[in-house]
């Protein structure tokens, strides 16, 4: 058996008579000796198992236990070669291109066109490009390095139907060789109408309806996964899953408006959102700094989480990256970012032409820190973390929605999550379990409610009885009293009475004389007319 250590180490040759004498042989590199088919006499590399990376204990053991050589210390450092996996990895993404899908939103008349042509150094929104146009055209952009398609108007130039609408356009851009195929969400109409209430609504649907688009891809049994290497599925479809909001906030007033909190609180648990302050040249540098304070003591007092540019994805990249943390900090701390941004060239005093906003009292450049935050918003976009934000989006936010939407099937399907549920007997014993204790449940909430039923009707039936008692007292007294009131008027009547009849004895006797001999006189003469005939 041939063992080979290193490239000029010694070599052991063991016959089937014994081991021959160790003797110095220049070895070619292994990667150029040609395997050989019995696995008993190809070349291995030998290391002692138990301290595989140590370099101090370089004994090598054979299964007998009969030879034991110390390795020489001496040895020569080659190139293996998977340190230049990062590069096999780097062209393999360069190769298929990068995705990246934006949402941009809020009120309009805020630049949010005119930013997105400069953060792209491309005339994305223009005039000239037909409303209802999809294709992919090149047209000529503002970076020579850049190749981009037209796009379509700018929102606040486009008529759409009362309410927010979301309409999204994609782009292929083209910088030093990588592709980026850009998916823009624009949101026209938004604030635009008198009841705000429900401006959000259609955002919260477009962004859960790209989740679950893509949920549905990755749950299809019969997609087709080719490659290895970076986390890299061929067999999904193109993600269109939103990766980052820009939502824009207008500088008049002394804060944020209910709608921004309103659309903030529904935003910051599914996308990455980043505020911008729009045309920012419109504040002092104190109204500015004052109007950022009032913003994050809001988004504090709301509860509102934005995303927040981490230090740590700079750090991955140690001292060859081009910036520094000291920027990167700075860039952070001008959050939320105002920006003033503009797609006219303006000449300045020393002869530079740069893009701003000439004013009379001067020039507003946009790539000038001293102006607004575009220039720091631009590098931690764009150059420091936007593969973070795709990153973040499946990480975080996507897989927050996977669990969300796994969670509300389970629910929907009524599944018990038991240790035994995949036994059939045990499950049905479970469910039968569950059905006695909701059956008691049920029993037990019906006697209460029986027995609530019954007391409130004999408390009833009691207040009814005080009741009926009262008015049969109230009418006993109320008769008592008419009765010894009518007793006591027919004593007084009968005194006047007896009063009446002493006092006017003999006028009675008189009239009652007269009123006999009246009636002797009647019935005399009612006989003697009898007697005529």
């Known amino acids: 058996m041939v063992t080979v250590v290193s490239r000029n180490v010694m070599i052991k040759m063991e016959g089937s008579s014994g081991i021959s004498p160790s003797v110095d042989h220049k070895v070619q590199d292994s990667s150029t000796q040609k395997p050989n088919g019995d696995l008993n006499h190809r070349p291995v590399m030998a290391c002692n198992d138990t301290n595989r990376f140590g370099p101090q204990n370089n004994t090598y053991n ?76 090149s047209v000529p952009v503002l970076s020579p390095l850049s190749k981009c398609v037209i796009t379509f108007k700018g929102p606040s130039r486009r008529s759409y139907s009362s309410g927010t609408c979301v309409d999204s ?71 269109q899953r939103v990766h980052l909001c820009l939502y824009f906030i207008s500088p008049n007033g002394h804060g944020l408006h209910q709608l921004d909190i309103e659309t903030l609180k529904q935003l910051h648990n ?35 989480k934005l995303y927040d540019f981490p230090e740590s994805v700079a750090k991955l990249g140690g001292a060859e990256e081009s910036y520094s943390i000291n920027e990167i900090r700075q860039a952070r701390g001008r959050q939320p970012f105002a920006v003033a941004t503009s797609n006219n060239l303006v000449t300045l005093p020393d002869g ?111 207040e009814t009885e005080r009741d009926l008692v009262e008015r049969a007292e109230q009418s006993e007294k109320h008769i008592l009293i008419q009765l010894t009131e009518f007793e006591k008027r027919r004593q007084e009547f009968e005194d006047e009475r007896a009063i009446w009849e002493a006092e006017n004895r003999e006028s009675l006797e008189a009239l009652q004389i007269t009123t006999d001999r009246g009636d002797f006189i009647k019935d005399k003469f009612r006989i003697k007319r009898k007697g005529l005939f």
């Open 352 to 462: 530079r032409k740069v893009y701003g906003r000439s004013y009379p009292w001067g020039v507003v450049e946009c790539d000038n820190l001293a102006h607004n935050d575009f220039k720091a918003l631009k590098h931690l976009l764009m150059s420091v973390h936007l593969q973070d934000l795709i990153d973040v989006t499946h990480h975080v936010h996507y897989t927050n929605y996977f669990s969300s939407r796994l969670t509300s099937i389970a629910e929907a399907s009524k599944f018990l999550a038991t240790e035994d549920s995949r036994e059939p007997l045990s499950q049905l014993e479970t469910e039968r379990l569950a059905h006695q204790r909701k059956l008691a449940k049920l029993e037990s909430e019906m006697e209460n409610v029986f027995e609530q039923k019954v007391h409130e009707r004999t408390n009833k039936l009691i």
């Open 169 to 239: 356009r994609t782009f292929a851009l083209n910088e030093a060789n990588v592709s980026l195929i850009l998916t823009i969400i624009d949101t026209p109409g938004f604030g635009s109408e008198l009841d705000n209430s429900s401006s959000w609504k259609p955002l919260v649907k477009y962004i859960d309806s790209r989740f679950e688009s893509y949920l549905r891809a990755e749950l299809n049994v019969s997609r087709v996964t080719v490659g290895s290497g970076a986390t890299y599925q061929p067999g999904l479809p193109n993600d």
């Open 62 to 137: 054979n299964s007998s236990g009969s030879m034991s050589k110390a390795l020489p210390t001496n040895r020569l450092v080659t190139k293996v070669g998977f340190a230049n996996l990062p590069n096999q990895i780097h062209r393999k993404a360069v190769r298929r291109g990068f995705v990246f899908n934006l949402m941009i939103t809020g009120s309009s008349g805020l630049g949010k066109s005119t930013f997105i042509n400069s953060l792209f150094c491309a005339d994305i929104y223009n005039t000239d490009y037909p409303h209802n146009l999809w294709e992919f055209t």
């Open 270 to 304: 599914r996308v990455n959102v980043v505020i911008i302050i729009g045309k920012a040249d419109s504040l002092t540098p104190d109204e500015c700094s004052q109007f950022k304070q009032t913003i994050l003591q809001e988004l504090h007092n709301h509860n509102i």
